[in-house]
């Protein structure tokens, strides 16, 4: 964010949807209420406002659940272990959507280039963004699709969150409301299940 300011140049910052503390039942607005629960939470929040107050120039982007090839991923973990047994146990009381990067990279540079090309007011980069792909799935009903498109054939089990204890703290509800990107941009954001596809993994 300095070295940005320093530049004159604006800085696109990536944040997450766990900000928001999981306790909502509607897709959540950038303007909604922020309730971190965990480490991992509060940072992100507190990475969002530093680079804020340091360049006022700076896009936040909070999205979710994102995979891609690279890296470690739920669709990569999802792959391997599928090939290593015949069952899983995933939970699903865990509501979100998942983002394939792809789609998220390439969000960022249709924005770069609407403002860029004079489509859209260079004030719009700054604040703050939700992306992720369209719809709604739980970890379970992600499972089942990369499954299903991976031609593997594993029963997955849907199990509570509470017999799935982890060391962060996961949100029970954060989808995302994408309609101010939308609006700004022109977006059209694919389904989830159509970007899995997509992604060709």
Request: glycine letters at 8%.
């Amino acid at each position: 964010a300095e070295a940005c300011r320093q530049q004159g140049t604006a800085l696109v910052h990536f944040s997450t949807d766990y900000v928001y503390g999981g306790h909502a039942n509607l897709p959540l607005k950038e303007e909604d209420p922020v309730n971190p629960s965990g480490v991992y939470a509060q940072s992100k929040l507190e990475g969002e406002r530093r680079a804020l107050q340091i360049n006022p120039l700076t896009t936040i982007i909070r999205t979710s659940w994102v995979y891609s090839g690279f890296g470690n991923n739920f669709v990569k973990t999802m792959l391997r272990l599928g090939k290593e047994r015949g069952e899983l146990k995933v939970v699903f009381d865990q509501i979100g959507t998942p983002t394939y990067a792809g789609d998220l990279a390439s969000t960022v540079l249709t924005m770069i280039d609407a403002v860029e090309n004079g489509r859209c007011s260079p004030e719009l980069l700054n604040g703050i963004y939700h992306f992720s792909n369209e719809g709604v799935a739980s970890w379970y009903d992600f499972a089942v699709a990369i499954f299903e498109l991976a031609g593997l054939k594993i029963k997955v089990h849907p199990i509570e969150t509470k017999d799935f204890p982890t060391p962060a703290v996961r949100p029970a509800f954060s989808v995302l409301n994408k309609a101010k990107i939308k609006a700004a941009f022109g977006l059209e954001i694919a389904h989830w299940r159509e970007a899995l596809r997509q992604a060709n993994l």
